[in-house]
């Protein structure tokens, strides 16, 4: 029989945000902010697939979906990782370890994590696009037995730009994980590739009749990432990525994130590319 806390949080209305506490937060890099969240009121954390988001809301200033960044195995918190580009985003880079905040979700499709067991997995990822991403490399390296090949390409712009800078170094030294992180700009005492992530691409070996890839960054990456991994071989039906529209309510009513017929809160974030590939190439989707 479930718990009166767990059946308060199975009767949650989805509009509603919970209200969280941030246990901890973690400045990566200027202006982002990495929030460990907790439950203010005993019941259970929500459970997520990798790739899920969440709505995030900022009491008085506003309400944003973000990605969670954590592992989804640890139900013991929510890691949230957050760039200030506005109002509200700011606001929540600005919260401190006990402030309170709203929470609603999660939301959204997951990363394909079931159907890679037995499969070479190709994770590429562009400046923020680690945040969504990570959960999967979690769900990867946490049953690393269970897949072939595993390959990790990250880019960003320059090398202060890097998320998750140590647990970076942590997976470098991991043989059973090919991991290459390149930089659009360096000054000389960077060592590792020069040149924007796609670059990388013709440089992977894996099997590639039997391979997934998941992919998270600017849209003009994804778009060029796709392409690139299409053209190496692999088919539209094993590359995933994760698109960005403003949202809402975040469960398929208001109609803000539609684009095409296609609703990026509910049909995404995750997306098969062959659904999204032809919207890809139009400039405004
Ligand atoms: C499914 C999903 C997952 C997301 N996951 C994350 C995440 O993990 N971490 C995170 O930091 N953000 C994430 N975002 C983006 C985040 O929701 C936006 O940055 C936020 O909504 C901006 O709101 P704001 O009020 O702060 O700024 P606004 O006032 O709405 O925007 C300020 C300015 O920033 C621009 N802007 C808005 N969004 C972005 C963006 N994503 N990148 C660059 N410029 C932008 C706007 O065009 C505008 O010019 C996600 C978005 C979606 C849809
Ligand atoms: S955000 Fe309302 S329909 Fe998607």
């Given at each position: 029989?479930?718990?009166?806390?767990?059946?308060t949080?199975?009767?949650?209305?989805?509009?509603?945000?919970?209200?969280m506490?941030?246990?901890?937060?973690?400045?990566?890099?200027?202006?982002?902010?990495?929030?460990?969240?907790?439950?203010?009121?005993?019941?259970?954390?929500?459970?997520?697939?990798?790739?899920q988001?969440?709505?995030?809301?900022?009491?008085?200033v506003?309400?944003?979906?973000?990605?969670?960044?954590?592992d989804?195995?640890?139900?013991?918190k929510?890691?949230?990782?957050?760039?200030?580009?506005?109002?509200?985003s700011?606001?929540?880079?600005q919260l401190?370890?006990?402030?309170?905040?709203?929470?609603?979700?999660?939301?959204g499709?997951?990363?394909?994590?079931?159907e890679?067991?037995?499969?070479d997995v190709?994770?590429i990822?562009?400046?923020?696009?680690?945040?969504?991403?990570?959960?999967?490399?979690?769900?990867?390296?946490?049953r690393r037995?269970?897949?072939?090949?595993v390959?990790l390409?990250?880019?960003?712009?320059?090398?202060?730009?890097?998320?998750?800078?140590?647990q970076?170094?942590?997976?470098?030294?991991?043989?059973?994980?090919?991991?290459?992180?390149?930089?659009?700009?360096?000054?000389?005492?960077?060592?590792?590739?020069v040149?924007?992530?796609?670059?990388l691409?013709?440089?992977?070996?894996?099997d590639?009749?039997?391979?997934?890839?998941l992919?998270?960054?600017?849209?003009v990456?994804?778009?060029?990432?796709?392409?690139?991994?299409?053209?190496l071989?692999?088919?539209?039906?094993?590359?995933?990525?994760?698109?960005?529209r403003?949202?809402k309510?975040?469960?398929?009513?208001?109609?803000?994130?539609?684009f095409?017929?296609?609703?990026?809160?509910?049909?995404g974030?995750?997306?098969?590319?062959?659904?999204?590939?032809?919207?890809?190439?139009?400039?405004?989707?």
């Amino acid at each position: 029989m479930a718990s009166v806390a767990e059946a308060t949080a199975a009767a949650v209305d989805p509009m509603v945000p919970r209200i969280m506490r941030v246990q901890k937060r973690t400045r990566d890099l200027p202006g982002h902010a990495t929030l460990e969240l907790v439950s203010t009121d005993g019941a259970p954390l929500p459970r997520y697939a990798p790739g899920q988001f969440t709505m995030l809301y900022v009491f008085g200033v506003g309400e944003i979906p973000v990605s969670i960044s954590g592992d989804a195995s640890d139900g013991s918190k929510l890691v949230q990782t957050v760039r200030s580009v506005g109002a509200v985003s700011e606001a929540v880079t600005q919260l401190n370890r006990g402030d309170m905040l709203g929470l609603r979700g999660p939301f959204g499709t997951a990363w394909p994590t079931d159907e890679l067991a037995g499969r070479d997995v190709v994770v590429i990822a562009g400046g923020l696009g680690l945040a969504p991403l990570r959960p999967s490399i979690y769900h990867l390296l946490n049953r690393r037995g269970q897949f072939g090949k595993v390959v990790l390409l990250y880019g960003t712009r320059r090398p202060e730009e890097i998320l998750y800078r140590r647990q970076i170094e942590t997976w470098r030294k991991r043989l059973d994980l090919q991991l290459e992180v390149t930089v659009d700009h360096a000054e000389t005492d960077w060592r590792g590739h020069v040149g924007v992530v796609t670059k990388l691409i013709p440089r992977i070996s894996v099997d590639l009749a039997n391979a997934t890839a998941l992919v998270c960054g600017p849209e003009v990456m994804m778009r060029f990432a796709a392409a690139g991994l299409h053209d190496l071989g692999l088919s539209e039906q094993s590359i995933w990525l994760s698109i960005e529209r403003n949202m809402k309510c975040a469960i398929g009513l208001c109609g803000h994130c539609q684009f095409s017929g296609l609703f990026a809160c509910k049909d995404g974030a995750v997306v098969r590319y062959d659904r999204v590939r032809r919207l890809m190439a139009m400039r405004e989707i």
